[in-house]
């Protein structure tokens, strides 16, 4: 199964990708971990990558993209993957079109998974006490919300088009919302 996993920060995509990964046995391919795991390395992609995190904007496309290339390109996709956080611009879609019919593959599912703000912004705020990452201040988390509507959300009216789009409420436990995405898998 090839999924992408799209929807606000904070709405819990990590935590669901995580389960599913394992209940579906497919890797869960986050950009935004590959990228704190670059900064933490001081590699020259985190060097990159940290000046645009910590402001809340996105990585420009043509980094973004190669790197999920270079993920994609490995064995373990073979048989599916869930992305999470990627592609998250009309551009970066584009890009994953072009990067799956060089693969002869097909995306599956489109999990859009919801939240109010107000639950979003409260849920990164408790994260920041625990996480500590430079993007979770409150200025920067409604930045990142502001970014999320402008240039991701409309990525679902194309997903929506093209009858992939599965819209699941990530509001409640943990267990719940990883039942609710596996029904609207079909699981
Ligand atoms: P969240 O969804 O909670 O904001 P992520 O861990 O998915 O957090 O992403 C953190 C940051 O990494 C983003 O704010 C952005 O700077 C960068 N990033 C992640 N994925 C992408 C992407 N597909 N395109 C551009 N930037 C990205």
Known sequence: MRIILIGPPGAGKGTQAARLSEKLGIPAISTGDTFRANVKNETE????????????????????????????????????????GYPRTEAQVHELDRMLKEASQELDHVVELTADTDEIVARLLARAQIEKRADDTEDVIRHRLDVYVEQTQPLTDIYQERGLLRKVDGLGEIDEVTDRVLKALGV
Not at 51 to 74: C, F, H, I, K
């Open 45 to 84: 992609l985190g060097k990159t990558a940290k000046r645009y995190m910590d402001a809340g904007e996105y990585v420009p496309d043509e980094v973004t993209n190669s790197m999920v290339q270079d993920r994609l390109n490995q064995d373990d996709t073979a048989n599916g993957f869930m992305l999470d």
